[in-house]
């Protein structure tokens, strides 16, 4: 189809596409001056058709990091996935601090690479690029502060003062230095290495004290009273961590829902 047929069909083809569809065009230099001026050619509105195919899907041609010209509405399900994935990458995290205690910051790295690949995945908003990135930068904060205190906070809200009996020590050898490992013997007559505290025992062998023991048995006992347990600033990270984590996703639906200011 060609004359002035040819170019009724082809603006609207245009106008048929997304605002932001058509604004990409225009910014890239494919308005519909230029595409006026390929459909003239020989075979040119199958040229046109091609790209413009390009741009009439509901904006799912836009590709992750191409944050210009906005869509006027964000899809909520993307951000909720990301939210979903990363909160799920949280939680392993916690529960695999029963087995392996700090080392469970690793299950957190490692499904930080699904939280990674969802975020690169999400369709873009008004600033997604930023709170993408925001988002992942508070779940590598969660996880590392999640790996380091799940056990002082149990402890610190579940854990039982018990009258203990200092054991002999754990020695071990790390990166050439010989490091000294509390143990304790427990009422049970367990003997268990205790959490957060090295030294300060190889002289009170035989000798009690108190101890923070888990009743379940998953966590090493805290050697000290509860008021002893830290991690009040590990907690106050943590809050801080959660709140970026869920406020990012939500922000990102909330601005890619506004309509851009014209004019």
Not at 67 to 96: I, K, M, N, Q, S
Not at 167 to 177: E, K, R
Not at 189 to 218: F, M, Y
Request: charged letters at 20%; a neutral charge.
């Amino acid at each position: 189809m060609t004359g002035t047929d040819g170019e009724e069909s082809l603006d609207a083809l245009f106008a048929s596409l997304p605002e932001d569809g058509r604004r990409t065009l225009d910014e890239i230099g494919m308005g519909l001056p230029e595409l006026r001026r390929m459909a003239a050619q020989d075979g040119g509105m199958t040229r046109v058709r091609r790209v413009l195919s390009e741009f009439t899907a509901q904006q799912e041609s836009r590709r992750p990091g191409d944050d210009e010209g906005p869509p006027v509405r964000a899809a909520v399900r993307p951000w909720a996935l990301l939210l979903a994935v990363a909160v799920a990458g949280v939680v392993l995290t916690a529960l695999f601090t029963l087995v392996i205690h700090e080392t469970a910051v690793l299950v957190g790295v490692v499904f930080g690479l699904a939280v990674l690949f969802t975020a690169w995945r999400t369709r873009e908003s008004r600033g997604g690029l930023a709170l993408r990135s925001i988002t992942v930068a508070a779940y590598a904060a969660l996880v590392v502060t999640v790996s380091f205190n799940t056990q002082q906070w149990y402890l610190k809200f579940r854990g039982v003062e018990q009258t203990v009996t200092i054991a002999a020590p754990l020695h071990q050898w790390t990166h050439g230095t010989r490091e000294t490992y509390c143990r304790i013997r427990l009422s049970d007559g367990s003997v268990h290495q205790v959490l957060d505290n090295r030294e300060n025992c190889a002289d009170r062998i035989g000798l009690h004290d108190t101890a923070v023991v888990d009743p379940a048995g998953h966590y090493r006992p805290f050697l000290g009273t509860r008021s002893d347990i830290g991690g009040t600033a590990g907690a106050i990270a943590a809050l801080g961590a959660a709140a970026v984590l869920s406020l990012a996703p939500l922000s990102a639906v909330v601005l890619g829902r506004r309509e851009p200011r014209t004019g």
